[in-house]
């Protein structure tokens, strides 16, 4: 079992200590665990800073390896939060260019400068609001590529419940050349099942968008808890590989040092 999208203390939104983590991955019989710390740049609410401290994160990695890496392989990546503007895309370029890591999750928390968890969650036209998602990703990824996957494609169903069965419209052509690009550049996405503890009940991206990311010639992809507390880590992680089978998909994804490794899933 892998687990590739976890938060510790060294994320704004979290108070959990790194073995905690690890101890309990180790616990469920967890094989590989990778660290994504938030970083992001220019976060619209005050209050959540999300500056990562890379040296006491690196210090305490190692550190935790130091105990635990003959139990378990333990991995440091980062996810960097996204969004538009030639400001933000410029720190992205710059913060990736001068700290090692072996995986990057690049995400899209916000749009059009706004926090999503912070938006009105009535919306007119979710299909519209889809679209915009889709399309603000598309043109940070045109200009910033130093990532591995896309984390939870479709966040938005986590905070606009009106969004948790929506059926994509018009918007899944954006999508459509999201996935294009993604795919022409050597990227993939996350199977996040985190989404599962909120009220929207959804892993992210449903059903429908895995299965579309693979008709469209998608292979690469990760899973991941999204996990804040220890309890959560690796939660969910059958259910995963559950829709990863039935869309079609032979292989799930690690990465070390940015170099991806594709794992057979059993039948």
């Known amino acids: 079992m892998f687990d590739y999208h976890i938060h510790s203390e060294f994320s704004d939104d979290s108070s959990e200590k790194m073995s905690n983590i690890v101890e309990e991955a180790i616990r469920k019989g967890g094989k590989k665990l990778c660290f994504t710390e938030h970083k992001e740049f220019n976060y619209p609410d005050k209050n959540i800073k999300f500056n990562l401290d890379y040296q006491g994160y690196e210090k305490e990695f190692e550190r935790i390896k130091s105990i635990y890496g003959e139990q378990i392989e333990l991995y440091m990546g980062v996810e960097i939060g996204i969004q538009a503007g030639e400001k933000n895309i ?4 710059k913060y990736t260019n001068e700290h090692k890591f072996d995986f990057i999750l690049a995400s899209a928390h916000c749009l059009e400068g706004v926090g999503l968890y912070g938006m009105d969650p009535k919306v007119n036209n979710l299909d519209d609001l889809f679209s915009k998602y889709f399309r603000e990703m598309l043109n940070v990824f045109k200009e910033f590529n130093d990532y591995d996957v896309v984390g939870h494609i479709d966040l938005i169903r986590r905070y606009f419940l009106e969004a948790q069965t929506h059926e994509l419209g018009e918007s899944k052509e954006v999508l459509r050349e999201l996935f294009v690009h993604i795919i022409q550049e050597g990227k993939g996405i ?8 909120y009220d929207s009940a959804n892993i992210n991206p449903t059903l429908d968008i895995i ?3 693979r008709e469209m010639g998608g292979t690469i992809v990760t899973i991941g808890s999204d996990s804040h507390i220890a309890e959560r ?3 969910n992680y059958e259910k995963a590989m559950d829709y990863l089978r039935c869309t079609g998909f032979e292989y799930v994804t690690t990465f070390e040092k940015r170099k991806k490794t594709l794992h057979k899933i059993k039948k």
């Open 233 to 235: 880590i690796l939660s």
């Open 211 to 213: 299965k579309f990311y």
């Open 90 to 93: 410029q720190e992205l370029i």
């Open 190 to 197: 996350e199977i996040n099942t985190g989404g599962l503890f």
